[in-house]
């Protein structure tokens, strides 16, 4: 399994994340995008407004690469933060009728996802590697 159940139901939880690619030149550039987890192929998919013609489909096309984070705050007090980055292959799918950018996740980092019960100082972030 590439998500825990838990890392599952927090991206079905959110509809908001950034992604980060990198131009020609190597300027970094994070853009907010609307996703969906497919569970089918365990990917991340983003759509939206005319992304063929977007900068950030452009660096995928190019490059393959790209992270994305989906994080939210759940409270101020305490201060308690959920986090998931996820980096990978990406790819530029050009379809008429839907274009979009899947991600392959390669590593996935978590924070605050699978320990809702524990202190927020006291979180621990679980990084792992998927082949």
């Not at 399994?1 to 690619?21: C, K, N, P």
């Not at 497919?38 to 991340?44: G, K, R, S, V």
């Not at 992304?51 to 989906?70: D, E, P, T």
């Amino acid at each position: 399994m590439v998500f825990t159940e838990s890392e599952i139901a927090y991206l079905a939880s959110q509809r908001l994340g950034r992604l980060a690619t990198a131009q020609d030149d190597g300027v970094l550039q994070v853009s907010p995008m609307g996703f969906s987890y497919n569970p089918t192929l365990a990917t991340i998919d983003m759509s939206g407004f005319n992304l063929v013609k977007s900068q950030k489909f452009r660096n995928i096309a190019r490059s393959g690469r790209a992270a994305f984070v989906v994080d939210d705050l759940v409270s101020v007090e305490p201060w308690r933060v959920r986090c998931l980055e996820i980096r990978g292959v990406a790819e530029a799918i050009a379809d008429a009728d839907a274009p979009m950018i899947r991600l392959r996740p390669r590593r996935i980092i978590a924070f605050g996802i699978d320990e809702p019960d524990i202190e927020a100082h006291r979180l621990t972030v679980h990084a792992r590697d998927v082949n």
